[in-house]
């Protein structure tokens, strides 16, 4: 057996880094592809977000409109004409990817598009709709306070 199998393998990219080199090109292939392209130092905003709206062709996930009879149900008995969409945790993992790309790739901390208050008011938005359309819940539990928490626990034990 090589020995040098075992040190390039513990030498290749993370997961986490391949997957970001792999969004972070193909944002970029998304900008030339643009009418007209755009480069790395030209793209903004809006951009990220038409990117956005553009991976939706691509979704797996059943996001019921307003009118659908099975608007903010869980587990739907039966299937309906509703499009299919990305879901808003994988939109928001390939911000956070694309963000750190961004920043690796040169980009101004400051002013990178991705983490724009329009781009995270958009995640939210599309966070809130789709726990809405599926019936479902993104909320985050919140810690308590420690003092809080004993306060409990002790009113729990009398």
């Avoid at 970029?28 to 755009?38: A, D, E, F, T």
């Avoid at 002013?111 to 329009?118: D, V």
Wanted: hydrophobic share 25%; net charge positive; proline share 9%.
């Amino acid at each position: 057996m090589d020995s040098t199998n075992n040190s390039s393998s513990s030498s290749s990219p993370s997961r986490y880094e391949s997957q970001k080199r792999r969004d972070w090109d193909t944002f970029g292939q998304y900008l030339r592809n643009n009418k007209p392209p755009l480069s790395f130092t030209h793209f903004n905003p809006s951009h990220v977000l038409e990117f956005l709206h553009y991976l939706d062709q691509f979704g797996k996930t059943k996001i019921h409109i307003l009118t659908c009879p099975y608007f903010g149900v869980p587990n739907p008995p039966t299937a309906c004409p509703c499009p299919f969409r990305q879901a808003w945790g994988s939109l928001d993992a390939l911000v956070g990817r694309l963000r750190a790309a961004y920043d690796e790739h040169g980009g101004n901390p400051e002013t990178n598009p991705f983490g724009a208050p329009e781009v995270r008011r958009f995640l939210r938005e599309v966070r809130d709709f789709q726990a809405k359309s599926r019936g479902i819940s993104y909320e985050k539990k919140r810690k308590r306070p420690k003092q809080q928490q004993q306060q409990e626990d002790q009113q729990e034990q009398a």
